[in-house]
Every structure is written in C-alpha cells, then in structure tokens.
C-alpha cells in the first residue's frame, strides 16, 4: 500500500509519495499541508539493485556521489562512517524525482536530516531565494536571533541564556531558511534540529545573525559586510558543484548582508554573554 502526501517547506510545496514500510519523522511530518497544490513530486521506492550512474560525475565523497546530465542530477547518499549508499536519488522529470531505499537500511531513516536528505532540498530551494543556515533559531520580542557556527561551538548554550536572562524561545536548535521575501528577509522552520530536539515550523523577520567564538572573555561586535561573508558562508548548505547554483547562492548571501546586521561573539558560559551582545545590538540599531 503506498501513501500520498503533500508538503511545503519555505516556499517549496511537493507531493511525496512513499510505501506504507516507511515512516517519515515527526519533525518531517510538521510541513505536512494538506490541500496545497504541489509543484514538485517525490516518488520513494524500495530496491535493493540501484540504477547505474548516470552522466557526469561533479561530486565525490564518503557520503555522497553526483553525477550531472543536462539540467538534472542523479545522487548516491550514504552516512558519513558507515559504508555504501542507503539511497539513490534520480531526477525524471523537471517537475519529478524518483528516490530507491535499500531495504537493509530503512531503520536510520527516522533520523531527521537523514530523511530528509532523500529529497536534495536545496537544490529545489536556491531558485525560491531561499538558503538552509547552520544555526540556533530564536524568537525574541517577535523577531529571530540567529546563532550560527561549526558544531560543539556553542549555539544551543547561547540560545539558552538567552531563554533564561531574556525570555527568548528556542525555535529550532540546529537550522533555520533564511528567504528573500521582496525587499526583506524572513526566517522559516525547517525539519532538521540536530540534538536539541526542537523543532517548530515558524516564520518571522529576521533582527540578526550572530557568528560565535569560544573565548575567555565576552566580546561582540558588528561585523563588515567582507567580514561576515565567509563566515556565513561557510554555515549555509550549498551544492558547489553546481557553478550556476553556487554563484547564485554567493549573490544571495551579499543580499543577505544588505538587510540583516551580523555580529561575532566571542563568548563564555554566562550572563554577560548575553549582556554583551545584547548592548552591542542596542548600539548598532
């Protein structure tokens, strides 16, 4: 028995359809929209013998294989540590995918950015000015905070304090789509949290991003826009092996700077960090 269901994450609404064997995650299961217009399908089958590759081969790594043919992409996507592929992602159509499970390996796809990696989102997103953003999202007074930086450096902390000292929320703890709405840029949910396991699928304005350092003592300061750029760069998630995306994702990462101050932080574990950046706001706004 196959089920269908409909989805719309940012501004990407698709048509998923998948065998009654697999269970989509519940953070997944939050973009669900019922009633919504697809304009993109998804089909999800279960084989053991994937189809050979296809085209030219634009990406290698221990986790991920592309290859290109014209305007499409075919991709072999594995976990990083684990050998093999447990999926094969092939586009059909301009308008359609087809996605092969191996069925040895359906247990992991209750893992979040494992499912959702099945689908090659950002692919479908860069052309809706929309970019995926390593951070902690956060809501305060109406508007999101956003906390980017490599793992094991400290968002989850950051949003934290900012929960306890300034009654913030928690949004989502590990991404946030950042996309271009007219002249402004808004912040939307994304169903990938990481390990802090929160998850909503909200939007709203975005005050600003903040680029955090471990250090010894607490510093913040607004960034340059030259400044900020590799620093945010290095926490969006783009297909560099695809010149035209990648080129477009740089354009909108310097549109991002226009409209959106970013600060680094330099932080400790305490309320000061807080203080610190909340004063180094105050005075650039």
């Not at 014209?70 to 684990?82: A, D, H, L, P, Y």
């Not at 499912?115 to 809501?139: G, K, N, P, Q, T």
């Not at 400044?227 to 998630?237: G, M, N, W």
């Not at 226009?258 to 650039?284: E, F, K, N």
Request: net charge negative; with cysteine.
């Amino acid at each position: 028995m196959e089920r269908t269901e409909t989805f719309q994450i940012g501004d990407f609404c698709f048509q998923l359809r998948y065998p009654k064997e697999i269970t989509p995650p519940p953070n997944f299961m939050l973009f669900r929209k019922e009633g919504a217009a697809p304009e993109y399908e998804y089909e999800i089958q279960i084989r053991s013998d994937f189809p050979k590759a296809a085209g030219r081969q634009t990406a290698m790594r221990p986790d991920l294989a592309v290859f290109t043919d014209g305007n499409r992409e075919m991709r072999f996507i594995g976990v990083k540590g684990t050998e093999g592929y447990y999926a094969c992602y092939e586009e059909t159509t301009d308008r359609s995918a087809r996605i092969y499970l191996d069925p040895a390996r359906l247990e992991g796809l209750n893992i979040d950015p494992v499912f959702s990696s099945l689908m090659a989102l950002e692919r479908r997103l860069i052309s809706r000015d929309s970019l995926i953003l390593h951070c902690a999202y956060v809501e305060y007074k109406g508007k999101a905070i956003l906390f980017s930086a490599p793992s094991e450096t400290g968002k989850t902390t950051q949003a934290n304090l900012w929960e306890k000292y300034r009654g913030s929320r928690t949004v989502n703890g590990d991404r946030g789509l950042l996309t271009r709405k007219g002249n402004e840029w808004i912040v939307q949910g994304w169903p990938v949290c990481g390990t802090s396991e929160i998850c909503q699928n909200e939007t709203m304005p975005v005050r600003a991003i903040v680029m955090l350092e471990q250090a010894k003592e607490d510093h913040a300061r607004l960034l340059t826009k030259g400044e900020a750029f590799s620093l945010l760069y290095s926490q969006i998630t783009i297909n560099r092996w695809n010149t035209q995306a990648h080129m477009y994702a740089m354009d909108l990462i310097e549109d991002v700077l226009s409209h959106i101050p970013v600060y680094q932080l330099g932080c400790t574990i305490s309320r000061h960090a807080v203080d610190c950046l909340d004063d180094a706001m105050h005075l650039s706004c």
